[in-house]
């Protein structure tokens, strides 16, 4: 099995007949996926998403792939290809287009629905090429056919692309429900076929590569979901990501039958039902749903809300009723469905909001206690099923954190792929498919761009190294006023402290030493306001660590009396 190597080199240019796949994201984390591919001199990119911060990244909205390596090649692009409409696919796609807004976007109803009403709210009109599974269409030297792929959003394709160099079959997301509410399973059957056809690199879904045994059926949920509608005494409020369709139709179906009328709370979730009940993906029955006024005069018996904010995210519906901050009050008797996965990396935040939630009377329900949610992603087994299907010559683990890469490159070796076929890589590495053999070629600039507020880019690591300084540290600020003769304190400085503890005494014995300092830089000549902050900074950085074991932030300001 090749791992890339930290130390790689920029990759040299592409040898003639060759197709080079670069990720730019998605490799060894859960989100931001895009994937480059380059041939005969064009590009042809799958996904562009984004990926949510972690707490280690305050002030961040979203953190997008870095398109650095191919900015100065934005006109060689044929395509974007999107697999299906979840944020961690299509949340980029509007930063992309700025930099260049008619690129073609290609993919299925529903996820060009989605993308466009995202593109609406930043003024950009996509050009777009909308297909469906079993279609074939030509960007450039890529000839793209699409395949139907279960997933937990409607309408997510895989897609085959044929180049001179061979055929490249990337999954997209997808599982292997043999019983899924809409009916449109993975199509093993063209899986089989171009296998047969000869697959030279497969691109897999990793995500569940090590969960063991076969993802649970999408039906198998029903049963818990419609216990919830039939047993619970108040307001039953469900908490979901605002994509997922199967999910809602569940909820609403269960709701109907139950005598419970349903109302959309959020923004994106309004939004997006909307798109998918205008589009058929989602079946309302009629008089189902009313507005949030029609609701409040029901009895609580009768009354279901759908909201956004499943993973304990701060601004959305569910985070604001547990803090008591949402025109929706959680009382006793309140049951909380939570109908949807824990993605890594935000457990803590899920189980604060549930802890808040049961606080004020609600019961939840939650994956951990019941039955309520199935992963989107293909376990182990349908892996290795989909390996002794497809027979790739070479594989490229993707979509995962280094512990699900892992576990799939060591399926496809299980399976009987060469191991020097198997190519772990991460962000930003060139793996080059030449003669049927693939190679880690280099590596290319792929770094984290945060989106803070307005700004994309503009924050960089140095930026929440300072913000997770003043969190933890706190900050202080020394004023001096330096005589400019004599390069001494003209009066005694004064400290402004935040979050460091302190009182009025505390910083009496940094003076001394901030005048030692600046006695020293007299006596060797020292005089630039900017070289006296730094002595100054240094000297009250030394004692807040000596005297208190901390490290906050220090401002010195320097002023000339």
């Given amino acids: 099995m090749s791992h890339a190597h930290p130390q790689l080199r920029t990759p040299p240019p592409l040898p003639a007949g060759g197709l080079r796949v670069v990720a730019l994201g998605g490799l060894g984390e859960i989100g931001r996926n895009m994937t480059v591919l380059e041939h005969d001199g064009r590009l042809l990119i799958v996904d562009c998403g984004v990926l949510f911060p972690e707490e280690h990244q305050p ?15 934005l006109h060689d692009i044929d395509a974007l290809v999107l697999t299906h409409g979840h944020e961690d696919h299509i949340g980029g796609v509007p930063y992309l287009l700025r930099e260049r807004p008619d690129i073609p976007v290609v993919g299925s109803r529903l996820t060009l629905a989605f993308v466009a009403a995202k593109l609406k709210e930043h003024r950009i009109r996509p050009v777009t090429h909308q297909v469906r599974e079993g279609d074939r269409s030509t960007f450039g030297p890529f000839d793209c056919e699409f395949i139907a792929v279960n997933h937990s959003i409607p309408d997510g394709l895989a ?5 001179g160099a061979g055929l490249i079959l990337h999954t997209g997301d997808f599982k292997m429900d043999q019983f899924p509410l809409d009916r449109r399973i993975t199509d093993l059957r063209a899986f089989a076929r171009l296998g047969e056809e000869g697959v030279n690199l497969f691109l897999v879904d990793s995500t569940n590569a090590d969960v063991p045994g076969f993802t649970t059926s999408e039906a198998e949920l029903t049963p818990a979901i419609e216990t919830v509608f039939r047993t619970a005494p108040r307001r039953v409020i469900v908490s979901s990501f605002a994509s997922h369709v199967h999910r809602i139709q ?19 979730m309004v939004r997006n039902m909307g798109i998918a009940r205008d589009l058929g993906y989602l079946t309302v029955p009629p008089d189902l749903v009313v507005d949030m006024k029609a609701l409040e005069k029901l009895p609580p018996s009768q009354v279901c809300l759908i909201c956004t904010g499943s993973q304990g995210e701060p601004l959305a519906a569910l985070s604001r009723m547990a803090n008591r901050d949402h025109v929706i009050r959680i009382t006793d008797g309140d049951t909380v469905l939570l109908a949807s996965s824990l993605i890594p990396g935000n457990e803590n935040a899920v189980y604060r909001v549930i802890n808040e939630l049961t606080r004020w009377g609600a019961n939840v329900v939650h994956k951990g206690n019941a039955k309520v949610h199935v992963s989107g992603h293909a376990s182990a087994g349908e892996l290795s099923y989909l390996y002794n299907l497809v027979r790739p010559r070479n594989v490229m683990p993707v979509h995962g954190e280094w512990r699900h890469l892992n576990a799939n490159a ?4 299980r399976t009987g792929v060469h191991p020097r076929g198997v190519v772990i890589a991460e962000d930003g590495v060139a793996v080059d498919l030449l003669d049927g053999k693939v190679h880690i070629a280099g590596k290319v600039p792929a770094g984290n761009v945060y989106v803070d507020g307005s700004t994309v880019g503009g924050a960089t690591e140095a930026h929440l190294r300072d913000r997770r300084t003043l969190a933890q540290e706190g900050v202080v600020t020394v004023v001096a006023i330096v005589d400019a003769d004599t390069g001494a304190l003209a009066e005694k400085p004064d400290f402004l402290a935040r979050g460091f503890v302190h009182d009025e005494r505390t910083f009496d014995e940094v003076v001394p030493l901030i005048e030692r300092a600046l006695a020293k830089a007299a ?28 490290s906050p932030l220090i401002i010195p300001i320097v002023i000339d009396a």
């Fill in 410 to 413: 060591a399926i496809a070796v």
């Fill in 159 to 163: 897609v085959a692309i044929r180049t």
């Fill in 250 to 268: 569940q909820v609403l179906d269960s709701a109907a039958v139950h005598g419970r009328k349903v109302a959309f709370v959020g923004r994106s």
């Fill in 523 to 550: 006596e060797e000549g020292v005089g630039g306001s900017v070289q006296l902050e730094q002595l100054i900074a240094r000297a009250v950085g030394r004692w807040a660590d000596n005297a208190y074991r901390r």
């Fill in 59 to 73: 002030g961040v909205d979203v953190i997008l792939p870095d398109f650095t390596s191919i900015r100065d090649r």
